[in-house]
């Protein structure tokens, strides 16, 4: 794997099978894209694998006051917009995004602005915008309020060493262990100020996302501790949009991949290869 930074962002080539299609890895919230090991692993053998650090996380440049002002979550689509251009190691080649969380939610917001460039998006249990109808000042509320919790749990890993103990230990449990290392260090470099706004999610609601979606996506989810609500999910299944596909992970968390590893290749796997020829 060799490392660069351009525009602020630093940048993972992890390699893989030579003049093969680039798959573009977006990390969740207080993770990094030195979290993907274990993906890395099994995808480096039919696909050149990337990730990036997002700003704010990682080795990336934090957030000015000025981008915190104006939406984090904006910034980071617009650092992945410019990086499809600006990385030499994406040019000329059919480039997937696989984003998870508030990775997916960069993913989907990516694919809107830049459907020339982006051939399909796998989105793993998306942080996707908010619901029809709802108010600004209540979305405000729940970002500030999930906002305020983030920041005393990352605080918490920073100054309390069995804390940090005692999550690794519950990483391993349910995910793959070569990621552990990388995982708890991510918290460490997670910006606090951008993570007290709660701004990580699109603006733009996620029915108006997925129904101008033009490029092939598939959203996969699991069936505990996933962040789409059963009557929100049924919504995005009907959502009639011929080119968004829809998969669920039986006993997989917000994690899918970590958690049913096999589920997960097992649904995303043959959908990319059918979309990335």
Request: charged share 25%; aromatic share 6%.
């Given at each position: 794997m060799t490392s660069t930074t351009i525009g602020g962002l630093r940048c993972h080539d992890w390699g893989g099978a030579p003049g093969a299609p680039a798959l573009l890895l977006l990390h969740g919230f207080s993770d990094s894209g030195r979290c993907w090991v274990d993906a890395v692993d099994h995808w480096t053998t039919d696909f050149h694998v990337l990730t990036v650090d997002a700003r704010g996380h990682g080795q990336s440049e934090r957030f000015t006051p000025s981008q915190l002002a104006s939406g984090p979550q904006?910034?980071?689509?617009?650092?992945?917009?410019?990086?499809?251009?600006?990385?030499?190691?994406?040019?000329g080649r059919p480039v997937a995004l696989v984003g998870h969380s508030m990775g997916g939610g960069v993913a989907c917001e990516v694919a809107l602005a830049r459907p020339d460039r982006v051939a399909a998006v796998v989105l793993e249990d998306p942080a996707l915008g908010p619901s029809d109808g709802t108010t600004a000042g209540h979305e405000g509320a729940v970002r500030r309020e999930w906002g305020d919790a983030q920041v005393a749990q990352l605080t918490r890993y920073a100054v309390d060493p069995a804390f940090a103990t005692a999550e690794v230990a519950q990483f391993v449990r349910t995910s793959p262990a070569v990621e552990a290392h990388e995982w708890l260090a991510a918290k460490h470099q997670t910006d606090l100020d951008m993570t007290a706004g709660g701004r990580i999610?699109?603006?733009?609601?996620?029915?108006?996302?997925?129904?101008?979606?033009?490029?092939?996506?598939?959203?996969?989810?699991?069936?505990?501790?996933?962040?789409?609500?059963?009557?929100?999910?049924?919504?995005?299944?009907?959502?009639?949009?011929?080119?968004?596909?829809?998969?669920?992970?039986?006993?997989?968390?917000?994690?899918?991949?970590?958690?049913?590893p096999e589920g997960f290749y097992a649904v995303v796997d043959p959908w990319l290869h059918r979309h990335l020829r």
């Open positions: 904006a910034v980071m689509v617009e650092d992945i917009v410019q990086l499809l251009d600006s990385w030499p190691a994406l040019a999610r699109p603006e733009r609601p996620w029915r108006q996302a997925v129904a101008e979606l033009t490029v092939p996506t598939l959203v996969v989810s699991g069936t505990r501790e996933v962040i789409w609500e059963p009557q929100e999910w049924a919504a995005l299944q009907a959502c009639g949009n011929p080119v968004v596909e829809t998969a669920v992970v039986d006993g997989a968390d917000h994690c899918v991949r970590r958690t049913r």
